[in-house]
Structure formats: C-alpha cells, structure tokens
C-alpha cells in the first residue's frame, strides 16, 4: 500500500501561484501618486509583497494593476528589481473582484487546474511575510480554503442606519479579515465565474472569502495573519508603515 503524503510533500508537489492586486485608485489615500507606488524606505509599496512572494514557495506571480500602469509595473518594478517569479502584469478592472477574475483567467491559460492553489494579496499590505504566507500554504493545502486574519483587539459593534448600536458580537468570534486569502483553484475559479454569470450576485463583495461563501459549501478557515499585516489605506497608515520598518532589524 502506498504511504499518504506528508503535508510537506503535498506542499512541495502541488503548483502555487500568487495574484498581487494593485489596480486600485488608492482614493482614501488622497495622494497624487497611488499609493502601491508611494516609497517607502525608497522603494514602491508594492515591491515589498513582490519580494516576499519571490522569497516564498509560490512558483508564480502575477501582478495585476491599472491599465494605463502595466508598462510602468512591467520595466520601473518587475525588470528593475529582477522577481524572476513576475509571469505577466495584466490590467484589473473596476472593482476588487474584476481584478481578481482577471488574475484568475489569466492562471486558467497558463494551465492552472486541479491539485493547485492560488494566494490571492492586496498589493497594499507590504508586511506580509514568510511566517504568513506559509500557515496558509499549509492551511489551503488540509482546507481548500482559507484567509489570513486576527481576532479582533476593539469591540465590534454593528450599526442600525442612524448609526445607534443594534448588535455587540463576542469580541472573542470577531476576527478582522487580511490578506493572502488561499483557495484551491478550481473551488476559487469556479466560484469567480459563477459569482461574475449573475449581477445580483456582485453585491458588497469586498474579498474573496464572500464569493467561497456565498457560491460553494467549503467551510473557509482562519489563518493567523500578523498585527503588523496591515493595508495601507489611509495616509496615517504610511506612517505606521514607515515606523515598522524603522523597527525592523532583518
Ligand atoms: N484593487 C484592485 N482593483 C480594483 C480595486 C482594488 O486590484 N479595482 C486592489 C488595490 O490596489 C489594493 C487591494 O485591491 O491593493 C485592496 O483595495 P483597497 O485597499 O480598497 O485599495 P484601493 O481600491 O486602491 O483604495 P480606495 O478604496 O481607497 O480607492
Ligand atoms: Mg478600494
């Protein structure tokens, strides 16, 4: 009888890819520059999760950004720092969601199928790190499906429409949702295509957990992300980016 893998052999067998998301406009950050290109440290926000795919088990990477902004992510990011993983730069679309279905179609041609995964990473959280990326690889690889996040440190309250209280969940079952988030590439492919077939489908999608959710009946598990995972979205957020790596000693 044949041994059963070992998680580490699944691991090591099975394709991983990564779609880098950096087709926003970056408007909450009022800047003139959008904000994956912002420096910090020097270099464009949007290289530091580049490096940490390129450092990490995922074989291929894509990176998905504005239309007028491929030729610039093309020469001035993937040629100049030399990420051997970056196969192709390739425009987004209007939302979150067309950007990751375009990533996701663009996976599909180069082959992608059964038996393989795809981390899906908003390209404005720099700190995403190896620790991260592989809980998981490891996770996706026993789940199917799972997303970097942590519980959460305020209370959460949801709101009425005049913005009274209406309802306090236990803090201890409320975890704030980052990114990578890791499917199994058919469930996650399958799920786009379904979610993309219906219009009433597309509403208030806002990651890629709610379309698993939503379409399939795989249960998407949480995965310890980092406090330090954080998108910058605002311009205070710059400046805890910037304190963060002013403390970093590696
Ligand atoms: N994103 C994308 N395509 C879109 C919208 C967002 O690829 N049509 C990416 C962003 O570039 C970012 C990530 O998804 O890396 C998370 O989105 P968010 O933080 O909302 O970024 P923006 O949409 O750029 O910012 P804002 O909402 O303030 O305009
Ligand atoms: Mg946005």
């Keep these: 009888m044949e041994k059963a893998e ?9 394709r991983f890819a990564a779609i880098v998301l950096a087709a926003g406009k970056g408007k909450r950050m009022n800047s ?29 990477v894509l990176l998905v950004t504005g239309k007028d902004e491929v030729e610039y992510c093309k020469t001035q ?16 679309g209007k939302e979150r969601y067309h950007s990751v279905y375009e990533g996701l179609k663009m996976l599909a041609l180069m082959g992608y199928g059964a038996g393989d995964f795809v981390l899906i990473h908003d390209g404005a959280r720099p700190f995403v ?7 998981v690889s490891e996770d996706v690889v026993r789940y199917g499906a799972c997303v970097a996040g942590m519980p959460s440190k305020d209370t959460v309250k949801l709101a009425d429409e005049e913005n009274f209280a209406r309802l306090t969940p236990a803090r201890a079952s409320v975890w704030t949702i980052q990114t990578p988030q890791a499917f199994s590439f058919n469930l996650i492919y399958g799920a786009y295509e379904r979610m993309m077939s219906r219009e009433e489908y597309q509403n208030g999608i806002t ?6 959710e939503a379409m399939t009946d795989t249960r998407v598990k949480l995965t310890e992300g980092t406090y330090r995972n954080i998108k910058v979205t605002t311009p205070e957020d710059m400046d805890v980016a910037k304190a963060f790596l002013r403390g970093t000693v590696n």
Excluded: H
């Design 207 to 212: 990651d890629d957990a709610m379309v698993v």
């Design 6 to 14: 070992t998680k580490e052999e699944k691991i090591e067998k099975s």
């Design 32 to 60: 003139k520059v959008q904000k994956q290109f912002l420096l910090l440290d020097g270099k464009p926000l949007l290289w530091y999760s580049l490096a940490a795919f390129e450092k990490s088990n995922v074989e291929d």
């Design 77 to 92: 990011i993937g040629e100049a720092y030399g990420f051997c993983k970056l196969r192709s730069v390739i425009p987004g």
């Design 129 to 135: 790190d190896q620790g991260i990326i592989g809980r």
